[in-house]
C-alpha cells in the first residue's frame, strides 16, 4: 500500500522536471522563431505579388497596344471601297503596304461573304482555293458583323502557328459582304515578348480564350505554343489578385492574371514559389545558427537534469534483466516519483504473471478438449446429433446459460433452430423469418462478424425483447458458422444476469464455429449423395413417364402462356368498361325513375338492357383472366349437373335440328363419380357453352356423347361430337378470348369463359380434334372434400335506418355523381369526395352512418380508407364500389376490413338491400 501522507506532499515528478525544462528553455525560441518566419513569409509574399501584379498589368497594356494597332490597320482595309470592290491586283497592293510596315503579321486576306478567298499577301496562297467558312473567328464576324480577335490556330496556308484579327467588309449595317483578317505570327509575338528585360524570376505568358499559349517570356525551355496552361480554369475562376498553380514541370508558381480588353486573351506574371522560400532560407541561415546554438545549450541543461531521472530507471532495468521466469523478484527502489511508481507496479507485474500462467495452462486445456471434441463431431454424419453435441460443449466451455445454434435454410431468408442446448421460454419456435440487417441473427450474417453485448435487451436490433426479458438474458455471443466463405448459420450464447463474455471467449466461440461447419458440410454432401442415390433409382422410372408427357406438356405451356398474356390484358380492360358501364346504367336506371313517356322509357330500357349485357361481356372477360380457386363452393353432381344441362339444351339440339329438317342425338354415359366442389351455375355455363360448340360443328346432324367418370382423386367429363372437327393450328387457338370462327354471329367468349371457370375450380380441360373425324372437349376436376365446401353464414340481420347520412369516395367523377345521385333517390343525404384522404378527412368531421368507397384510386386506395375508418369506428359499415372482378377484390381484403361489395356497373335499385346487408354484418 502507498503511504497517503507522502502522497499528500509535493513530488518533485519526471513529468514536472521535463515540464520545467521545456518551459524554460524550448518554449520561448520556438515562439520567438515562429513569430519571425510567418513575418518573413508574408512579407516576402506580399513583394511578390505586387510585382507579379505590375509585371502582368504592363504586359496586358503592351499586348492590348499591339492589338489595337493591327486592329485599326484591318478595319480600315475592311471599308476601305478597293478593298470591297476592286481588282485583285490593287487589293494585294494595298495588303502589301500594310504588312510591309508590320513584321509581326503573317498575312492578310480577304474572303467573300461566303469565306471564299479573293485575295492574299501570302504568295502560297496564289492560285490555291482558300476556304475559311469553317473557321471560327469567320462565323462569328458573319454572325455579329463586328471585328474579332481569335485565339491559337494553324494557318491554313503557311502552317504556322497565329491569331487571327478580322473585320466585316464595309461599314456597320451594310449586308455581309466578306470580311478582312489578319494572321498575327505567334513566332514573332514569342520572340517580341521574350525580349522583354525581366526580373526576380517573373515570367509572361499570354493565353487565349480557351488558355492556350500565345506567347510566353522568357523563352526558356521547350516551346509550348498552342498547349494548354495548366491550371487555367482555376486561374480564371479565382477571386484572389494572386493564385497558385502547378507549371507543366509540376512545379508550385504564383500568378496574376490580366485580362486584354476586348480579346478574351489573358496575360499571366508567374514566379516560382521557390523564390520566396529561398529569400526565408536566407534569412534562416543568418538567423536560424544563433538560434540553435541556444537550443543545444538548452539540450545540455535537459541533459543534466535527466541525468537525475536515469539512474534509479537503471537500477530498474538492472532487476528486470535478472527476472527469471520460474522465481518472483522484488526492486528495492524507494522513490516518490514515477520510477518509484514503475517499480512497485513491477512487483505486481511479477504476482500477474503468474497468474497469467496459470490461465494459460488452463486455455491449454481447454484447447485441447476442444481438439478431442472436433474429433468426437467429425466422427458421425447425423447432422442434428453433431449440432446438438455442439450446442452442449459450447454451453459448458463458454459457462452460458443457454446455447443455441441457427441455420439459414438455403439462400431464403427462413432461419430454423437446430440444436439448443440450456432450458429457455418458447422453446419450440424453431423457425424465424429474417430480413438481411434485422434482427442479431440477421446482424450477425450480413456483417460476419462476431457479435458481443453485455445488455442484449437494450439493444435496438433485438426482436424477440420479450423472449429476453422473460428468460432475464442479458450477456450475449453470437458468431457466424461460415462455409466455403459463406456464412450459413450462428453460434448463439446468452447468459442471464450482469455477467458479460470476454474477447477470449469470442475467440473460444469461433474455434467452436468451424467443427459446426465442417460437420454442416458433411452432413450435406452425406444427404446429397443419399439423395443422388434415390433419385438415380427413381430416374429411369420416371424418364419414359417425363417422356411421354413432354410433348403434351409443351403444348400446354404454349396454351397457359397466351391466355396468360390475353388475361392481363382483359383484367385491365374489364375495369375500365365497368366505370363506363356503370355510369350508362346508373344515368338509365335515374332516368327511367323519372321519366313516364312511353317512348322516351323503351329507348332507356333499351340502353340499360346493353349497358347491362356488356356488364355480362365484362364479367366473361373477367373470368376468363382469373386463375385463382373460387371461394364459395358447394357439393355438385356432376351426372346430374350433365343432365340438367341436356334438358335445357334441349331445344337446340332436337327441336331446332328437327325444324332444319336434320337429325342430333344426345345422351349421357354415366359413371359412378364422387361430387365434385363446384358452383353450380358457374360449371353448367360452361358445359352449355361446350353443347353449344359441339352443335355448331355439326351443322348436318351427328351425334353427341357425354361421358363421366372418375380416377387419381379427379372426376372427368368428356363431351365428344361427331362433327368436323378442328386443324392443329384452330385447335391451339380455340381456348383463346374473341378467337372464333363462326363469323360475326359469335363473340368468341364461349369456350375461354369455360376455360376461366374450370381454372377457378382448380381444374383443367383438354381439346381433342382432327378435322372430320370430331371433337373431344375432357374438364377434369377435383373430387370435394370436407375442407372444400365452405359453411354457408346465417344469422338474423337487422334493418338499417330509413334516412341515413352516406359519404361517397370515388376518384372517378361521373360514377361517383351517379352513385351519390342512386343514393339520394333513396332518401339519404350524400356527401362525396373525390379521394381517399379527402374522403377520410371528411368522415372524421363527424356524421356519417355509413361509407361507399372505391377499391382502386390513386394515392390511398379503398382498402387502404377502409382500414383507417374501422380503425377509428369499428361499427360503420364500408361499403367497396369496384369494377375489378370478385377474386381480385377479395385479394385486397388485407385485414377484411368493409361489410359489402358493390360491382360495377350497380342496378341503382339494389342499393337498398346492399345498405340492408352492410349494417347487418355490422350488428353481428
Not at 158 to 170: D, R
Not at 176 to 195: P, T
Not at 275 to 304: S, T
Not at 383 to 391: D, E, K, N, Y
Amino acid at each position: 500500500m502507498v503511504d497517503v501522507p507522502r502522497v499528500a506532499r509535493f513530488r518533485w515528478t519526471i513529468k514536472r522536471k521535463l515540464l520545467a525544462l521545456g518551459a524554460g528553455t524550448l518554449i520561448p525560441i520556438a515562439l520567438l522563431l515562429a513569430y519571425w518566419l510567418r513575418a518573413e513569409i508574408r512579407h516576402a509574399t506580399r513583394d511578390a505579388e505586387a510585382r507579379l501584379e505590375l509585371a502582368g498589368g504592363q504586359a496586358a497594356v503592351q499586348v492590348d497596344l499591339l492589338l489595337a494597332d493591327v486592329r485599326g490597320h484591318v478595319e480600315s482595309l475592311a471599308r476601305h471601297p478597293a478593298i470591297r470592290s476592286g481588282p485583285r491586283e490593287t487589293i494585294e497592293q494595298a495588303l502589301g503596304e500594310v504588312v510591309a510596315g508590320h513584321i509581326e503579321l503573317e498575312g492578310l486576306l480577304v474572303v467573300d461573304a461566303e469565306g471564299h478567298g479573293r485575295a492574299s499577301v501570302v504568295r502560297e496562297a496564289v492560285g490555291v482555293p482558300v476556304s475559311v467558312s469553317d473557321r471560327a473567328w469567320f462565323r462569328e464576324v458573319r454572325a455579329s458583323r463586328r471585328p474579332v480577335v481569335s485565339g491559337f490556330q494553324v494557318g491554313r496556308v503557311t502552317g504556322h502557328p497565329v491569331a487571327v484579327l478580322a473585320a466585316p467588309l464595309g461599314r456597320p449595317g451594310e449586308a455581309f459582304e466578306g470580311a478582312v483578317s489578319a494572321g498575327l505570327s505567334l513566332q514573332r509575338l514569342h520572340a517580341l515578348f521574350a525580349s522583354l528585360p525581366l526580373s526576380g524570376g517573373i515570367a509572361i505568358t499570354v493565353v487565349d480564350a480557351d488558355g492556350r499559349i500565345l506567347a510566353r517570356a522568357p523563352a526558356g525551355g521547350p516551346n509550348r505554343l498552342g498547349q494548354p496552361l495548366p491550371s487555367f480554369a482555376a486561374l480564371a475562376r479565382s477571386d484572389s489578385t494572386v493564385s497558385a498553380f502547378a507549371w507543366f514541370d509540376g512545379t508550385d508558381h504564383l500568378a496574376s492574371v490580366a485580362t486584354v480588353p476586348g480579346t478574351g486573351w489573358r496575360v499571366v506574371a508567374s514566379a516560382p514559389r521557390a523564390l520566396v522560400q529561398g529569400r526565408i532560407e536566407r534569412q534562416m541561415r543568418e538567423v536560424g545558427l544563433p538560434l540553435l546554438l541556444l537550443l543545444g545549450v538548452a539540450a545540455a541543461v535537459g541533459l543534466v537534469i535527466a541525468r537525475k531521472v536515469w539512474r534509479p530507471l537503471e537500477a530498474l532495468r538492472a532487476a528486470v534483466t535478472r527476472f527469471p521466469r520460474e522465481e518472483r523478484l522484488a526492486v528495492g527502489v524507494d522513490s516518490s516519483d514515477e520510477v518509484g511508481d514503475l517499480a512497485r507496479a513491477f512487483d505486481e507485474m511479477t504476482v500477474q504473471v503468474g497468474t497469467a500462467q496459470s490461465a494459460l495452462q488452463r486455455r491449454v486445456g481447454e484447447l485441447e478438449a476442444l481438439s478431442e471434441a472436433g474429433q468426437l463431431l467429425t466422427s458421425t454424419l447425423e447432422l442434428s446429433q453433431v449440432l446438438q453435441r455442439l450446442a452442449e460443449l459450447a454451453r459448458a466451455r463458454l459457462e452460458a446459460d443457454v446455447a443455441r445454434i441457427w441455420l439459414r435454410q438455403g439462400d431464403s431468408n427462413e432461419y430454423r433452430l437446430h440444436a439448443q442446448a440450456g432450458v429457455a421460454a418458447n422453446a419450440d419456435e424453431v423457425r424465424i423469418h429474417l430480413e438481411p440487417g434485422e434482427g442479431l441473427v440477421g446482424s450477425i450474417m450480413a456483417r460476419r462478424e462476431p457479435l458481443l453485448l453485455a445488455h442484449m435487451q437494450d439493444d435496438l436490433r433485438l426482436v424477440n425483447r420479450e423472449w429476453a426479458r422473460a428468460g432475464d438474458f442479458h450477456g450475449f455471443l453470437g458468431v457466424p458458422i461460415v462455409l466455403e466463405d459463406t456464412p450459413v448459420g450462428v453460434l448463439a450464447c446468452m447468459r442471464r444476469g450482469p455477467r458479460a463474455f470476454s474477447d477470449d471467449e469470442v475467440r473460444l466461440a469461433q474455434f467452436l464455429a468451424l467443427p459446426a461447419a465442417i460437420a454442416i458440410l458433411n452432413a450435406r454432401l452425406y444427404d446429397e449423395t443419399r439423395e443422388r442415390a434415390r433419385e438415380n433409382a427413381e430416374l429411369v422410372t420416371s424418364l419414359r413417364r417425363a417422356l411421354d408427357d413432354l410433348a403434351q406438356a409443351q403444348e400446354r405451356l404454349a396454351e397457359t402462356e397466351a391466355l396468360r398474356a390475353v388475361g392481363q390484358l382483359a383484367a385491365g380492360m374489364a375495369h375500365h368498361l365497368n366505370n363506363i358501364l356503370a355510369v350508362v346504367r346508373g344515368r338509365a336506371a335515374l332516368l327511367l325513375q323519372r321519366v313516364e313517356e312511353p317512348a322516351t322509357r323503351r329507348g332507356l330500357e333499351i340502353v340499360e338492357r346493353a349497358a347491362v349485357e356488356g356488364a355480362e361481356v365484362v364479367r366473361r372477360l373477367q373470368e376468363f383472366s382469373r386463375a385463382q380457386r373460387v371461394a364459395e363452393s358447394a357439393r355438385v353432381d356432376m351426372n346430374a349437373l350433365v343432365g340438367e344441362v341436356l334438358e335445357l339444351t334441349r331445344p337446340r339440339w332436337r327441336d331446332d335440328a328437327e325444324r332444319r329438317g336434320i337429325a342430333i342425338e344426345a345422351r349421357l354415359d354415366a359413371g359412378e363419380i364422387p361430387h365434385v366442389a363446384a358452383s353450380h351455375e358457374r360449371l353448367r355455363e360452361a358445359l352449355v357453352n361446350v353443347i353449344f360448340n359441339a352443335l355448331d360443328a355439326m351443322p348436318s346432324g351427328g351425334r353427341i356423347v357425354v361421358r363421366t367418370w372418375a380416377s387419381d382423386g379427379r372426376v372427368h367429363c368428356s363431351v365428344t361430337d361427331s362433327g368436323t372437327g378442328m386443324p392443329d393450328d384452330i385447335r391451339r387457338r380455340a381456348l383463346e378470348p374473341f378467337f372464333t370462327t363462326k363469323g360475326p354471329k359469335s363473340r368468341g367468349l364461349g369456350l375461354s369463359a369455360c376455360h376461366g371457370i374450370v381454372q377457378r375450380h382448380g381444374g383443367e380441360i383438354r381439346i381433342e380434334s382432327r378435322p372430320d373425324h370430331g371433337t373431344t372437349v375432357t374438364i377434369s376436376l377435383p373430387a370435394a372434400t370436407a375442407a372444400s365446401v365452405p359453411e354457408p353464414e346465417g344469422g338474423d340481420r337487422a334493418a338499417p335506418p330509413a334516412v341515413l347520412n352516406i359519404l361517397v369516395i370515388d376518384d372517378e367523377a361521373e360514377v361517383r355523381e351517379i352513385l351519390a345521385e342512386s343514393l339520394a333517390a333513396h332518401g339519404h343525404a350524400v356527401t362525396q369526395a373525390s379521394s381517399g384522404a379527402e374522403g377520410l378527412a371528411l368522415f372524421r368531421a363527424g356524421g356519417h352512418d355509413v361509407v361507399f368507397t372505391d377499391l382502386g384510386m390513386p394515392g390511398m386506395s379503398g382498402a387502404q380508407v377502409a382500414d383507417a375508418i374501422k380503425a377509428e369506428s369499428r361499427a360503420t359499415p364500408v361499403v367497396l364500389v369496384t369494377g375489378w372482378d370478385e377474386e381480385e377484390t377479395r385479394a385486397a381484403r388485407g385485414s377484411g376490413a368493409w361489410d359489402a361489395v358493390v360491382g360495377k356497373p350497380f342496378d341503382p335499385n339494389a342499393l337498398a338491400a346492399v345498405i340492408a346487408r352492410a349494417c347487418g354484418r355490422r350488428d353481428r
